[in-house]
């Protein structure tokens, strides 16, 4: 408060003594007892009535003490329960969270991880089958960048997901604090370390495989590898490791002779006192199969698109495709499923008529260079009175597209691309809208790609730069499979000749034991409109017992999904019912049997020792815990921190003297009215 406010009230208090003294006593001899009470209630609301009109602010300073954050990132993966640590996890986890000193100086949360995080302080349940170690910090160093953070890590170092952990590095704002967890002893041991395989293979073809073994110890040995189909015995090799000779790779070649989901066993022999046997084997699988797609790419001029699409297309390897240019190479269009026109202009007439005569699938896609003129000719249901002048359009998804089920990419954020500009005049009749366009921020409601709804199939693209979205989609997800996957589903849709099913079913013939099984389908009725309202039932059982669940699938979007999660290994065939309705879909899926969390024999002793490296830490051991604690509460880093917060109230916003004004006005009144004044 200033001194000239001060200086204002006091004035104020000395006006209003004054004016109710002139008032009541001022050159009165006899003075009474209600001379004096109409003196002081005359006062006091005078003086109330000035220090509202002086407005004076009352100003408060509070004083808060601002903890740092204690995060105990503990492991919650399979890998710990196989090493036998989780008490001595728990344990530690749970000294920690109860210290005294501890929590007197930090604010302890506690979160576990395994492929994910969860911020549940009862989430250990060690049944993780996949340890992402990278992912977890990373994301643990977000949710807690508002003030200094140590991240107390428990972990046996063991990763089979995601990017290395020892690469990661903290920010400023946050410090890790690992702990190994496990035995770090070195025993002798050999595994298999990864197997790289097609998912597919073609009938009466050979399949390359390759596998990557690890020899842990320093004597020579001897053992064998081989690769089992059931009981027969496929591939064998006889191997030596030693201290320079640790790691080795097998090629091979296996063939695929009869159609369906094909499972093998790689094993390498165990030595006589290996502790862990579970990593010297391990499950992969093969789906031989007896078709492949393949599309040609037409184009009359180079573009970075024409290599996207192709790598887009190839990304499966049930499809092929090839670049070709006209009149530079001859065209046997007989040969393939999918004819991709690119850029069209008139010297594709004659490539196009014989697409309509013989009833071929096609994609147009559009661009700066489409003749807009010789397309229109065509009359396939679209048209547009182009100009010179190029447009940058931007694509909108459509929900309710309902001829295959493809997910959302975040397609608002990907750049535009660049067609011809004009207005676009669309048969809705005949096509399905996939994508709608956007130009200036504006949604217009005209179709950017779509599919006919008829046979034979065809499609389009009105934009080129198509290379950009799959960049965008690498840059977003560290991985082109996003966008290959949306594209993919196009090309499949494109190049089946099938006639439309009611309900259609998609899932896997196979997956492995870490993955969630999920299982999508589609229903429409009977004009071929997608039905979201259908109430659809799966029925599943394991036909290695007789173990059978039901469950309803979840609409999501424009599809029904029904996601199992990690089923047991075996093989499974399931039916798809409408309700009150006789439609229903079967189908069948192996589950191959594979655990990375059981792979591991100690600790990673080596990794957490370069991961704390890297990021200035010591690494403590679980025996020496006293020194991390007495580490965290000297660390001048985590000093709680005193905060101030001053509130400045003017005293106009305080109600209760207003009351208090207006009881003190009443009491006058009645003592008035009481004294028959009034």
């Given amino acids: 408060m200033t001194i000239s406010t001060i200086f204002y009230i006091a004035l104020a208090l000395l006006v209003a003594l004054g004016f109710a003294f002139f008032q009541y006593l001022f050159r009165k001899k006899d003075k009474r007892r209600k001379d004096y009470i109409f003196f002081a209630l005359r006062a006091i609301s005078i003086f109330l009535l000035l220090l509202l009109l002086i407005n004076p602010k009352i100003t408060s300073t509070e004083y808060e003490a601002v903890k740092p954050n204690l995060v105990i990132l503990a492991d919650n993966s399979q890998s710990v329960t196989y090493l036998e640590e989780e008490g001595n996890l728990q344990e530690i986890s749970r000294s920690l969270s109860e210290n005294d000193e ?155 002779n009869s159609l369906g989901v094909k499972t093998y066993r790689a094993e390498i022999g165990p030595l006589a006192d290996e502790k862990n046997t579970v990593n010297n084997q391990q499950n992969f699988a093969v789906e031989v199969i007896d078709e492949r797609t393949s599309v040609l790419i037409l184009s009359d001029l180079s573009h970075p698109d024409l290599g996207a699409i192709k790598k887009s297309i190839e990304s499966n390897q049930q499809r092929t495709s090839d670049i070709k240019y006209l009149n530079k190479e001859k065209i046997q269009l007989s040969d393939y499923q999918l004819v991709i026109l690119y850029q069209i202009n008139r010297r594709f007439n004659s490539v196009f008529t014989e697409i309509r005569d013989k009833n071929f699938n096609y994609l147009i896609v559009t661009g700066s260079q489409t003749d807009w003129n010789y397309l229109n000719s065509l009359g396939l249901g679209y048209s547009r009175n182009a100009t010179s002048q190029p447009q940058e359009i931007f694509p909108v998804y459509n929900p309710t597209f309902s001829s295959f089920q493809f997910e959302d990419i975040d397609f608002e954020d990907f750049p535009p691309l660049v067609d011809k500009f004009g207005p676009l005049e669309f048969d809705k009749n005949k096509f399905g809208v996939m994508l709608y366009q956007e130009l200036q921020g504006v949604k217009t409601g005209d179709p950017l790609m779509g599919v006919s709804q008829n046979s034979p199939k065809s499609g389009f693209l009105f934009g080129e730069n198509l290379w950009r979205w799959r960049a965008k989609s690498y840059l977003d997800n560290k991985s082109f499979q996003e966008f290959d996957d949306f594209f993919g589903k196009l090309i499949q849709n494109l190049s089946s000749k099938r006639s439309r099913d009611r309900l259609t079913v998609d899932n896997e013939n196979f997956y492995y034991a870490n993955q969630d099984v999920i299982i999508t389908a589609q229903y429409f009725d009977e004009n071929y409109q997608f039905d979201a ?141 009481y004294l028959g004044l009034i």
């Fill in 102 to 256: 501890i929590l007197k100086h930090f604010e302890v949360s506690h979160i576990s991880f395994s492929n994910g995080i969860s911020i549940e302080n009862d989430s250990l349940d060690f049944t993780g089958k996949q340890t992402n170690i990278y992912n977890a910090l990373s994301e643990t160093q977000d949710i807690f960048s508002e003030k200094p953070s140590a991240i107390v890590l428990l972990t046996d170092g063991n990763q089979s997901l995601g990017r290395d952990f020892r690469y990661f590095k903290t920010k400023d704002q946050a410090s890790v604090f690992p702990v190994v967890i496990g035995d770090t002893t070195t025993y002798r041991d050999l595994s298999i370390e990864r197997i790289n395989s097609n998912r597919y293979a073609f009938l009466n073809n050979r399949f390359p495989v390759e596998v990557f073994l690890n020899y842990t110890g320093n004597e020579a040995v001897e053992t064998s590898f081989r690769i089992r189909s059931g009981s027969d015995i496929v591939f064998t090799k006889n191997l030596q490791f030693s201290k320079d000779s640790k790691s080795q790779v097998v090629r091979t070649e296996l063939p695929a």
């Fill in 533 to 673: 309202g259908a109430n659809l039932k799966i029925n599943i059982i394991n036909k290695d017992n007789p173990e059978s669940f039901n469950s309803d699938l979840v609409l999501k979007n424009n599809f029904y999904q029904f996601d199992a999660g990690n089923l047991p290994a075996g093989n499974y065939a399931f039916t798809i019912e409408v309700q009150n309705r006789n439609i229903s879909r079967s189908g069948s899926f192996e589950v191959i049997d594979y655990n990375t969390e059981q792979q591991f024999v100690s600790a990673n002793l080596e990794g957490l020792l370069s991961f704390s490296e890297n990021n200035q830490a010591n690494l403590t051991f679980p025996d020496r815990m006293d020194e991390l604690v007495t580490n965290l509460l000297n660390n001048d880093k985590f000093r709680p921190v005193q905060k101030s917060r001053e509130k400045s109230l003017p005293l106009i916003d305080w109600y209760y003297l207003l009351f208090i004004l207006i009881i003190i006005l009443a009491a006058e009144w009645f003592y008035r009215k």
